[in-house]
C-alpha cells in the first residue's frame, strides 16, 4: 500500500513537499516514481529514483524538483519549488519492482494546484 500526502494549494513561485510511505513491500528493492496527470491529460511520469539511487526527472521539472528516498522510513519525497500554474495535476506514488515487473503499485493520488 502505498500513501501519499503533502499536496495542497499554493501560490506560483511557491514550494510542496509530497510524501509516500509504503507499507507490506520490501521497500528498498523497489524503484520509487512520481507520476502527475492534469485533466484532459494523460499520466506523466514527473520523477524517479531506483534502487540504485540515480534520479531522472521530466525536463518540464528539473532543476525544481527533487525526488529523495528514506529506506529506513519506506518514504519517498518529492521537494517542489518554484510551482509554476502548469504543475496543477493529481500526483501519483509508483513502486514498481527492480526486476519482478508484475510488482507495480500506486497510490490514491494527492492534489497539487498552482495559482497565478
Known amino acids: 500500500q502505498l500513501v501519499e500526502s503533502g499536496g495542497g494549494s499554493v501560490q506560483a513561485g511557491g514550494s510542496l513537499r509530497l510524501t509516500c510511505t509504503a507499507s507490506g513491500i520490501s521497500f528498498s528493492m523497489y524503484d520509487m516514481g512520481w507520476y502527475r496527470q492534469a485533466p484532459g491529460k494523460q499520466r506523466e511520469l514527473v520523477a524517479v529514483i531506483p534502487r540504485g539511487g540515480t534520479t531522472d526527472y521530466a525536463d518540464s521539472v528539473k532543476g525544481r524538483f527533487t525526488i529523495f528516498r528514506d529506506n529506513a522510513r519506506n518514504t519517498v519525497y518529492l521537494q517542489m519549488n518554484s510551482l509554476k500554474p502548469e504543475d496543477t495535476a493529481v500526483y501519483y506514488c509508483?513502486?514498481?519492482?527492480?526486476?519482478?515487473?508484475?510488482?507495480?503499485?500506486w497510490g490514491q493520488g494527492t492534489q497539487v494546484t498552482v495559482s497565478s
Open positions: 509508483n513502486a514498481a519492482h527492480s526486476y519482478m515487473t508484475a510488482l507495480n503499485y
